[in-house]
C-alpha cells in the first residue's frame, strides 16, 4: 500500500498548506486508536521546536488525543532525541515531536514515537493513514472521558542530565572553548547549558527563535557563520546542531567543517579501542564517502550501508546488533543511549575523545582522506523518470564510465520534489563530468 501521508521521517510539509490544524487533529485521533491497548489511563507526551506553526499544530494534536481519551503532557521546545527518551523514561503510550527538522519555518512536521522510544514501523504508521481516511466521529471519547492536558517544566532538565551521564563521571570539559551553533531550534536552551555544567567555556550561538528564524544561515546545513565564530573566538571547537537537534556537524579550530563520516570514524575507532563495539564495525547510508569505508577496511572493522534515511539505519542496527551508525548529514545514532540521531551526545562523545587524546580537534577528527564527492539536485515536476527505460540505459552507460573505483547513487528525496545524485571516486573531474552528465538526462526527462 503506497504511502499518502508518511514519508522518510514522519508527516512533514508547508506549515497551513500539507501540515494543518485540521490534519492534526486527525493524525492525534488515528495515533491514539492506534496506540490504545487496554482499559488503562493512556498518556501522549508531545515536544516541538521553535516554528511559529508549532503553537497550531501543538494545541491540533492535543484536541485530537483528548478527544480519544488520552491524556496529553507538553514539553515545549526540546530536541527530538530528547522526546524519544522522555517517552520511554516516562512510560507514555506514544510520543510526538512537532518539527520539520532542518528546514526552514516555512515547513513543519509530525514525527511519532512508540512507547519504547523508537520511531514507528511502516506497519504501525499505514494502520495510522487507514484512518486517516476514515470518519472516526464514533469511535470518540464519552464526555467523561475526554483527556486532560498539563505542561511539564522540568523536561529540559531531564534531557540535559541523561545527556551528561552519557559521559564518565570523572571526565570534564574544563579547559575547552566551545561555539555552540543551536540554529535557533530546538537546542538553544539544552545544549549551551549541558556543556556548561560539564565545566566547558561555552559561547553560543542561534538561540534567540522568534518563530522564524531557525535554521536560518545557522546550524548544521549553514556552518559559514559557525566557522566564522569559532576562529574568531580561537575556540576549540565549533558545534552545530539542527533545528531540531537530532543531527551534528563540528568545526575544528581552524574553521574546517567536519561531517558525520569523520565523526562516525572518530567513535567507532574510540569504542573499538575500548572495546564498547557490540559488532565490529558500525551501520552508515550509500551516501557515506568510500573514503570511511576504506578506512574502517584497514582496521579491521566493516560499513553496513542501507537506504537514506536514519530510520533505516536504525533498523539494520537493530537486526544486526550495531551500536554505532549514522549519515553523513550527522545524524548520529548510538543505541547505547538514544533510539534515535543525538546531535548533542554525539558530539560529547568526540569531545570525551578529545579531552582523553589532548590533541587539537583538526588531528582527531582527520581520519580519513574523503574521495572527491559530488552531490546535485534535479527538481521535478512529479514525473518519474528514472522509471523510464531510456533514462535508465543512459545512466548505466554513464555509471560504468567511472569503473570499480567509484560510485553513483541517484535517489528521490523523501522530502522535497527533486532527485538527488551523488557520485565519488578518485578522479573529481571524471566524478563532475559523471553527475553533470546524469543530471541533463534526468532534467531532460523530467
Given at each position: 500500500m503506497a504511502r499518502k501521508y508518511f514519508g522518510t521521517d514522519g508527516i512533514r510539509g508547508r506549515a497551513n498548506a500539507k501540515i494543518t490544524p485540521e490534519l492534526a487533529l486527525k493524525v492525534g485521533?488515528?495515533?491514539?486508536?492506534?496506540?490504545k491497548r487496554g482499559e488503562h489511563r493512556h498518556r501522549v507526551l508531545i515536544g516541538k521546536d521553535t516554528r511559529l506553526s508549532g503553537y497550531m499544530i501543538e494545541y491540533a494534536l492535543v484536541a485530537g488525543f483528548t478527544s480519544i481519551g488520552m491524556d496529553v503532557m507538553l514539553t515545549g521546545p526540546i530536541p527530538t532525541p530528547g522526546m524519544a527518551m522522555l517517552t520511554r523514561s516516562m512510560r507514555c503510550d506514544i510520543g510526538v515531536m512537532i518539527s520539520a527538522s532542518h528546514n526552514a519555518y516555512e515547513d513543519n512536521g509530525i514525527k511519532l514515537f512508540g512507547p519504547d522510544g523508537y520511531k514507528l514501523s511502516d506497519a504501525v504508521e499505514l494502520a495510522i493513514e487507514e484512518l486517516l481516511e476514515k470518519d472516526l466521529s464514533s469511535r470518540l471519547a464519552a464526555s467523561g472521558q475526554i483527556g486532560r492536558a498539563r505542561r511539564i517544566d522540568d523536561a529540559q532538565a531531564r534531557y540535559i542530565e541523561f545527556a551528561k551521564r552519557t559521559l564518565p563521571r570523572n571526565l570534564e570539559l574544563d579547559g575547552l572553548r566551545i561555539v555552540i551553533d543551536c540554529a535557533n531550534g530546538a537546542g538553544y536552551k539544552v545544549a549551551p547549558q549541558a556543556l556548561w555544567e560539564l565545566g566547558a567555556e561555552v559561547i553560543p550561538m542561534g538561540i534567540e527563535p522568534d518563530?522564524?528564524?531557525?535554521?536560518?544561515?545557522?546550524?548544521?546545513?549553514?556552518?559559514?557563520?559557525?566557522q566564522q565564530k569559532v576562529r574568531e573566538m580561537r575556540a576549540d571547537i565549533g558545534i552545530a546542531l539542527d533545528g531540531d537537534a537530532d543531527r551534528v556537524i563540528l568545526v575544528d579550530e581552524k574553521g574546517q567543517v567536519v561531517d558525520g563520516d569523520q565523526l562516525m570514524a572518530v567513535i567507532t575507532e574510540s569504542w573499538h579501542q575500548d572495546g564498547r563495539l557490540t559488532k565490529p564495525g558500525l551501520v552508515a547510508t550509500i551516501m557515506s564517502n568510500l573514503g570511511l569505508e576504506r578506512h574502517l577496511e584497514g582496521l579491521g572493522l566493516s560499513l553496513a550501508r542501507t537506504s537514506v534515511g536514519d530510520r533505516y539505519v536504525l533498523e539494520h542496527m537493530r537486526?544486526?546488533?550495531?551500536?554505532?551508525?549514522?549519515?553523513?548529514?550527522?545524524?548520529?545514532?548510538?543505541?547505547?543511549?538514544s533510539t534515535t540521531g543525538d546531535g548533542l551526545i554525539a558530539a560529547l562523545q568526540v569531545l570525551a575523545v578529545v579531552q582523553k587524546e589532548g590533541r587539537p580537534v583538526s588531528e582527531i577528527c582527520r581520519r580519513f582522506d574523503p574521495l572527491?564527492?559530488?552531490l546535485k539536485n534535479v527538481k521535478t515536476t512529479g514525473g518519474q523518470p528514472l522509471k523510464d527505460a531510456g533514462v535508465s540505459a543512459a545512466i548505466e552507460k554513464i555509471r560504468a564510465s567511472l569503473g570499480k573505483g567509484g560510485r553513483l547513487v541517484i535517489r528521490p528525496s523523501?522530502?522535497?520534489?527533486?532527485?538527488?545524485?551523488?557520485a565519488e571516486g578518485d578522479d573529481r573531474d571524471l566524478v563532475a563530468r559523471v553527475v553533470d552528465d546524469v543530471c541533463a538526462v534526468i532534467a531532460k526527462a523530467a
Open positions: 485521533q488515528a495515533a491514539g486508536l492506534v496506540f518563530g522564524f528564524n531557525i535554521n536560518r544561515d545557522l546550524g548544521s546545513t549553514a556552518p559559514h557563520a559557525l537486526e544486526q546488533g550495531f551500536n554505532v551508525g549514522g549519515e553523513q548529514s550527522g545524524h548520529i545514532i548510538l543505541s547505547d543511549y572527491p564527492q559530488i523523501g522530502t522535497e520534489p527533486v532527485i538527488r545524485v551523488m
